[in-house]
């Protein structure tokens, strides 16, 4: 049973928290608020272990993730992922100055962070993390996104040194882990399988899938064909096709695909515009009450325009593999041995 030991009442709408990994006599946090719509809610709050604001930082960007150093040189250096006002996914590293200093008494007093790296990328940061086995000056990061992996070194403010990806026909990457034995090995997960790169080579070095039991994708629609190819007595079904019922099996099995693939992808086109619908409807109410500020309705908007932007992440990778699986079933069925009447 799970219970609650300390609650913080967060005044900003936040969506990362990390632990002060490299402080080794004392339990602090740091926690990342996100608010689109202003710049002045936007900051990196520290927190002691009864979860009280020891320092505010101003952060210029919605905070999407925060990670925390975990090196003990560099404990109070925190990286922090973005988009900037140009619209380009973001991270920086930043050094929390002040971190030992006494709360500042003023109401609303906020410190500055030091920059000390930071990039751009081509596609949106899914999420970046520091290597725990660093052992030099410069730290190195890896970021995510939905097709590859980058990893960069923090001299010079921020330098890519390697990229790795599985290539085209993969799906989406998920989760990234560096391995906690081996400074230059990285995984990510992709589907059911976790692939792991060598940084120096740029090539993965382990593949793990799990097993499980293998499905015949065309069963449903060949006992469909065999039912009606009993002999009057019921002793037994036919078993090569002919070639009217291979090519009848071939198309059910693609119509089979193109309706379950039509039919997720509604489901994702009725939700995001539902998400927008709310939006807007929300929206045209706070324009009509000429209200200057609702944090309520900054909550909203923050939240509703996040789970849109997933959505619309969403859709745009379903429109790309669906044409990529539609092809390889069709592709497979051309090379199944049981619908070889269609190539004689």
């Known amino acids: ?173 998920n989760a990234i882990a560096w391995d906690p034995h081996h400074r230059q090995q990285v995984s990510a997960t992709v589907d059911e399988s976790i692939v792991t790169w060598d940084v120096r080579s740029g090539k993965y070095v382990a593949f793990h899938r799990p097993a499980k039991a293998e499905t015949d994708y065309l069963s449903p629609f060949l006992q469909s064909v065999h039912s009606h190819h009993r002999t009057p007595h019921g002793g037994g079904r036919k078993q090569v096709l002919s070639r009217e019922d291979a090519h009848y099996v071939r198309d059910m099995c693609l119509k089979n695909l193109k309706e379950r693939l039509l039919e997720r992808a509604n489901i994702i086109q009725t939700r995001l515009d539902k998400e927008n619908a709310a939006l807007a409807k929300k929206q045209a109410a706070f324009q009509r009450s000429q209200r200057e500020h609702d944090q309520e309705f900054e909550r909203f908007c923050s939240e509703t325009m996040f789970r849109i932007q997933i959505l619309e992440q969403r859709l745009t990778r379903h429109e790309e593999t669906a044409l990529q699986k539609y092809a390889e079933l069709d592709q497979r069925l051309h090379s199944d041995p049981r619908l070889a009447v269609l190539h004689q």
């Open 1 to 173: 049973m799970f219970g609650t030991v300390l609650t913080h009442e967060v005044k900003r709408i936040a969506r990362s928290v990390d632990a002060v990994y490299g402080d080794s006599d004392q339990q602090r946090y740091v926690l990342g608020s996100c608010t689109p719509s202003s710049k002045k809610l936007n900051q990196l709050q520290l927190l002691d272990a009864n979860l009280s604001v020891l320092q505010t930082y101003a952060h210029a960007n919605p905070v999407q993730h925060l990670a925390m150093c975990p090196l003990p040189k560099k404990a109070h250096h925190v990286l922090t992922t973005f988009v900037s006002e140009r619209n380009e996914p973001s991270f920086a590293v930043w050094d929390m100055d002040n971190v030992e200093s006494p709360p500042s008494t003023s109401p609303g007093a906020v410190s500055q962070l030091g920059l000390l790296a930071h990039v751009t990328t081509d596609s949106a940061i899914v999420r970046a993390i520091w290597n725990p086995t660093e052992d030099g000056n410069s730290a190195t990061i890896a970021s995510l996104n939905a097709t590859s992996i980058s990893t960069w070194t923090l001299a010079d403010g921020g330098k890519e040194v390697a990229k790795l990806g599985l290539g085209e026909g993969h799906n989406q990457l």
